[in-house]
C-alpha cells in the first residue's frame, strides 16, 4: 500500500500559483494519482487524474516524474474561492489499495 | 442533472446501537463507494458496490455492511456502535466499477454522532 504524504498547510494570495506535491515512495506499476478538492461540509470534488509525466484540464495541471515516487498539483492563479482542502489519492482498482493523503489546507488571501 | 444525495445529513446515536445510512447516485451510475472521513485518520475506503455485489472492501471490521439495490441505490449499516465510529461517512458514485480510474462524484456526506 503506497503511503502518501502531503504538506499540512500552504498559503498563498490572489493570481499566484500554488503547488502542492504528494510523496508516495512506494507507488506500485498500476497505482493511478488522483487529486480532490473539499471544501467544508462537503463531500470531496475530483480534480485531476494521471499516470505519468503531466496532465492539464481547465482547472489544474497535475506533474508525475518518471519515477512516480511525487507528483505535484499546479493549481495557476488561484482566487479566494480556491480556499480549500486537497487531497493526494494513490491506488488501482482491482485490489483497491488506496491511500489518500492526509490532506493540504491551502488558504489564498486577497 | 442530480448530484448524489445522502440521508439523513446528521444524525446522533449512543454507543451499542446500529446505524443505516443512505446513498443515492447520480442517475445512470452503477458504482457506489463508501468512504468514512475523520479528524484523526482522514479519507478511508469502507467498500465498492457494483451492480449489486460488493467488488472490495477497505480495513473496517465486520460491524460495517452494505448493499446495493437493483436501482443501484446503496445504503450502509454500522452495527453496535462505538465512539470511534463518530465521523463522516461519504458516498461516492461513478458510472463503472473501479473508482479509480473511473471519475468519483461524492455527496455531502453525512455526519454520524455517537455518544
Known amino acids: 500500500l503506497a503511503k502518501t504524504t502531503q504538506p499540512i498547510s500552504m498559503d498563498s494570495y490572489e493570481g499566484q500559483e500554488v503547488n502542492i506535491t504528494c510523496s508516495h515512495n512506494?507507488?506500485?506499476?498500476?497505482?493511478?494519482i488522483t487529486w480532490y478538492q473539499q471544501f467544508p461540509s462537503q463531500g470531496p470534488r475530483f480534480i485531476i487524474q494521471?499516470?505519468?509525466t503531466k496532465v492539464t484540464n481547465e482547472v489544474a495541471s497535475l506533474f508525475i516524474p518518471a519515477d512516480r515516487k511525487s507528483s505535484t498539483l499546479s493549481l495557476p492563479r488561484v482566487s479566494l474561492s480556491d480556499t480549500a482542502v486537497y487531497y493526494c489519492?494513490?491506488?488501482?482498482?482491482?485490489?483497491?489499495?488506496?491511500?489518500f493523503g492526509a490532506g493540504t489546507t491551502v488558504t489564498v488571501r486577497a | 442533472k442530480a448530484g448524489v444525495t445522502q440521508t439523513p445529513r446528521y444524525l446522533i446515536k449512543t454507543r451499542g446501537q446500529q446505524v443505516t445510512l443512505s446513498c443515492s447516485p447520480i442517475s445512470g451510475h452503477r458504482s457506489v463507494s463508501w468512504y468514512q472521513q475523520t479528524p484523526g485518520q482522514g479519507l478511508q475506503f469502507l467498500f465498492e458496490y457494483f451492480s449489486e455485489t460488493q467488488r472490495n472492501k477497505g480495513n473496517f471490521p465486520g460491524r460495517f455492511s452494505g448493499r446495493q439495490f437493483s436501482n443501484s441505490r446503496s445504503e450502509m449499516n454500522v452495527s453496535t456502535l462505538e465512539l470511534g465510529d463518530s465521523a463522516l461517512y461519504l458516498c461516492a458514485s461513478s458510472l463503472e466499477a473501479g473508482a479509480i480510474q473511473e471519475t468519483q462524484y461524492f455527496g455531502p456526506g453525512t455526519r454520524l454522532l455517537v455518544l
Open positions: 489519492l494513490v491506488g488501482r482498482s482491482n485490489d483497491y489499495k488506496l491511500s
Open positions: 494521471g499516470y505519468k
Open positions: 512506494n507507488i506500485a506499476t498500476n497505482d493511478y
